[in-house]
């Protein structure tokens, strides 16, 4: 039985199948990571899964109250690992590293989410996260396909992924309109063979004119210096891999731009 209503404001579609609940823990690998962090526990159902996780550290941030105080009464061996905050908002460098992050995260931010796990790639090592389907594809889709873009080059350039499991909106509730998965994130890699800004630069540059062939996209770009004698500028963004993008970035640098 649910408390109390759920607010539209926090995205709150709480996740209340036990069953479910385990086998997302039991993707959670606490292998080389120092700290935990569940992002929107709710009302506990996954978070008791956690609990018997070893790690040294575990954290609990959580930006409702309701849901902090029926937290502290239901699962009151959390009571002081509990953190009433934003988790856009918190230091990630504040707990102790590497993390894992874990979570039935809020549909309206999860874009926001991977991209503080992206800038916070040095101390992630990894993240199991529930999404929306559609998202969650986004994040796994390779090259070639219609739905990669610029957030599945990032999180793939640092991390391994794979999608876990796809959930029916029957698992929350409110039950949401969409179907959902869970998404597992690794990470594969400390630094890119390559200057990692501009790499994100050129990424972000060419998806954000997606129809267009590189060597169109980069037009926004300083390239008064290149010579444009390379197939890979005849190629559209959606086509290039992460290790084209890596060779691009090394092209494109190495001409000083």
């Not at 199948?17 to 159902?45: H, Q, R, W």
């Not at 902090?68 to 908002?89: A, G, H, W």
């Not at 990894?126 to 390779?142: D, L, P, T, Y």
Request: hydrophobic share 40%.
């Amino acid at each position: 039985m649910i408390p109390f209503k759920p607010k539209k404001k926090f995205g709150q579609n709480f996740l209340n199948d036990e069953n479910l609940c385990s086998k997302i823990a039991s993707y959670v690998n606490p292998t080389n990571c120092k700290s935990l962090i569940e992002v929107g526990p709710g009302l506990g159902f996954l978070t008791k899964k956690l609990l018997d996780i070893n790690i040294d550290e575990k954290n609990f941030i959580e930006i409702d109250k309701d849901c902090i105080d029926y937290l502290q009464k239901s699962i009151p061996e959390i009571s002081t690992s509990i953190i009433n905050d934003d988790f856009l908002k918190i230091n990630l460098k504040s707990f102790k590293a590497p993390l894992i992050i874990v979570g039935n995260f809020p549909y309206n931010i999860s874009n926001q989410i991977l991209f503080k796990i992206y800038e916070n790639r040095s101390i992630v090592q990894s993240m199991v996260g529930m999404f929306q389907f559609e998202v969650a594809e986004r994040i796994c889709s390779k090259a070639g396909s219609k739905k990669y873009g610029i957030l599945s080059v990032l999180i793939q350039a640092y991390f391994d992924v794979e999608m876990k499991i796809k959930i029916k909106p029957k698992s929350f509730y409110p039950s949401p309109k969409v179907d959902s998965a869970v998404i597992k994130i690794v990470k594969n890699c400390e630094r890119l063979d390559c200057d990692e800004g501009l790499f994100k630069k050129i990424v972000k540059t060419t998806f954000n004119l997606r129809r267009k062939k590189i060597r169109n996209s980069l037009k926004t770009l300083n390239y008064s210096k290149i010579k444009f004698d390379s197939p890979i500028f005849d190629k559209r963004p959606e086509e290039l891999g992460v290790l084209d993008f890596i060779n691009l970035t090394n092209l494109l640098n190495n001409e000083n731009i």
